[in-house]
């Protein structure tokens, strides 16, 4: 079992930057890799950001290339975000999740994600 707490979300303005934390459970957390996913309003979760087990391998949203980075520190049990130059449209709750297939590789696909954290709101306005 992993259990997922999000925080670091907010109100901030159009081209601010916030960072998002992921605290994780167990002590497995190192051999999983990590995914940050978001769902606006009347819109399906969509993948924004993953991260190898070893932090190794990263994979982006295109919609987010260039501005968020993802990262991970292990011995913290614990992945980010850190999003820059924020839009309107990155308004949406973030939800970190859990992928313990213990692959090397950073999956896009939701279901291949075990466990989901509840979700932190970030709302940007323009």
């Known amino acids: 079992q992993v259990q997922l707490v999000e925080s670091g979300g907010g109100l901030v303005q159009a081209g601010d930057s916030l960072r998002l934390s992921c605290a994780a459970s167990?002590?497995?957390?190192?051999?999983?890799?990590m995914g940050w996913f978001r769902q606006a309003p009347g819109k399906e979760r969509r993948f924004v950001a993953g991260v190898s087990w070893s932090g190794g391998s990263t994979a982006y949203a295109d919609s987010v290339k260039g501005r968020f980075t993802i990262s991970r520190d292990n011995a913290k049990n614990t992945v980010y975000l850190q999003m820059n130059s924020l839009k309107y449209e990155d308004t949406a709750v973030y939800y970190c999740?859990?992928?313990?297939?213990?692959?090397?590789?950073?999956?896009?696909?939701?279901?291949?994600?075990?466990?989901w954290g509840q979700g932190t709101q970030v709302t940007v306005s323009s």
């Open positions: 999740a859990a992928d313990v297939r213990r692959s090397s590789s950073v999956t896009l696909y939701e279901y291949e994600y075990a466990y």
């Open positions: 167990g002590r497995a957390f190192s051999n999983y890799a």
